[in-house]
């Protein structure tokens, strides 16, 4: 179905609905997109979708920010393509020197590395739910399991392949702070990416109401999130709400270059009853190998894998400035440095390796190196200068040269 133009008419009633529907939203780096103008044109149901009350994209939103549901267990699939590169190369070029969990506690049960294999291929989670004290994500691979449990102060990771857990108190301090075992670092269902997607309001993006569809056997009204402009990479987001609760049931975010989705994440089993009480509860397996990671390590790795504000990261790099707005929005700063190691300044095989992986580009500002994604671009020019967003090469070269 197409979509409806979104009315441009925006008032505070809209913009508090939208923050409110992000009140629990879940720290996450790889989104910076932004929800505005709410269409008011109601939702039809097109052939073979559920025939539902007509709702208003407005109307939606405030139901998705009403939606309190405390209680539920299912199965999320979720697949991202974000077109990383392999890195086997790189990896064979600085002679495996990339090897490890990429974290400093030891543990393959440590969420903090374990949960980012999110970022890319297609994996099956089942989650639980019995309010703000117990939660449950395992991911499921083949015959391997790796599960996070929270229950009450006492929060567990467990990695079935390697026998290994991984254990941290999480008092109220740190529920407050958000590391919650940091099992929220990382986005994985379809709520949690929808409230990042509405997090931010301005005038740059078009919001409608696209039908209704049935998700894991539920009735549900598709919203749909677009850039107004050209220049960014995402053509779409769209989100299927559950009529009846207001949960977000599927997540689905399209690229502006078309193909497959970049992020498709959506329930395939639904329960809103109350899980058992067992489902919460965790004792290491005998011979497991137990980790524990006191409460100040867990808030300083937390701290570090969420986005940081303005002040902090003009502290890290020298200069940070955002360019443009909403959708188009580019961040740039100075990393003091002398840009990308590339072979024609010597740094052998890994230097070569990363030229394959970037475009060469000039303008203004000099040279530089483009490195693509199918969602994020970023522009790194042999002075040391980085142009980074969920834009085109050509939008951050534009933004370079400008600089100049």
Do not use: C
Request: aromatic letters at 4%; proline letters at 4%; zero cysteines.
């Amino acid at each position: 179905m197409a979509p409806y133009e979104s009315d441009d008419n925006t008032n505070e009633d809209l913009r508090t609905g939208r923050r409110k529907a992000a009140r629990y939203v879940v720290p996450v780096a790889v989104l910076g997109v932004a929800a505005a103008t709410i269409g008011l044109v109601p939702a039809f149901a097109g052939s073979g979708d559920p025939d539902l009350p007509d709702i208003t994209a407005q109307q939606l939103i405030e139901k998705i920010a009403a939606s309190d549901v405390q209680q539920l267990s299912g199965t999320v699939k979720i697949s991202t393509d974000l077109g990383l590169p392999n890195l086997g190369g790189l990896e064979s070029s600085l002679g495996g020197g990339m090897g490890g969990g990429g974290d400093d506690s030891g543990s393959s049960a440590d969420p903090s590395s374990k949960l980012l294999e999110l970022a890319s291929g297609t994996h099956t989670l089942r989650v639980a739910s019995d309010g703000e004290d117990k939660q449950k994500l395992s991911l499921l691979d083949k015959a391997a399991e790796y599960s996070v449990i929270h229950n009450g102060d006492e929060v567990w990771a467990y990695d079935s392949a390697s026998n290994e857990a991984y254990h941290m108190k999480d008092s109220s301090g740190a529920a407050e702070k958000g590391t919650k075992g940091k099992a929220d670092d990382v986005p994985a269902t379809p709520k949690e990416l929808a409230e990042e997607a509405l997090k931010a309001a301005d005038d740059t993006t078009s919001v409608t109401v696209d039908g209704t569809a049935q998700v894991a056997g539920r009735d549900a009204y598709k919203l749909l999130i677009k850039p107004k402009a050209s220049g960014s990479t995402v053509g779409a987001i769209s989100i299927a709400v559950d009529s009846k609760t207001g949960l977000p049931l599927k997540f689905t975010l399209t690229p502006a270059s078309g193909g497959a989705a970049v992020i498709d994440a959506g329930f395939t089993k639904v329960d809103f009853s109350k899980p058992a009480a067992s489902t919460f509860d965790f004792s290491p397996p005998k011979g497991t190998k137990v980790t524990e990671g006191d409460e100040g390590k867990a808030e300083g790795k937390a701290d570090r894998a969420q986005p940081k504000g303005g002040e902090d990261l003009g502290k890290e790099f020298q200069g940070l400035n955002v360019i443009g707005e909403g959708w188009s929005s580019i961040a740039q700063f100075d990393t003091g440095g002398e840009g990308m190691p590339s072979e024609s300044s010597g740094a052998g095989d890994a230097g070569r390796f990363l030229d394959s992986l970037g475009d060469q580009v000039t303008g203004k500002f000099g040279s530089g190196t483009v490195f693509s994604t199918r969602l994020v671009n970023a522009l790194i020019t042999d002075d040391g200068k980085v142009y980074a967003g969920a834009v085109t090469k050509d939008a951050l070269v534009k933004a370079a040269n400008a600089a100049k």
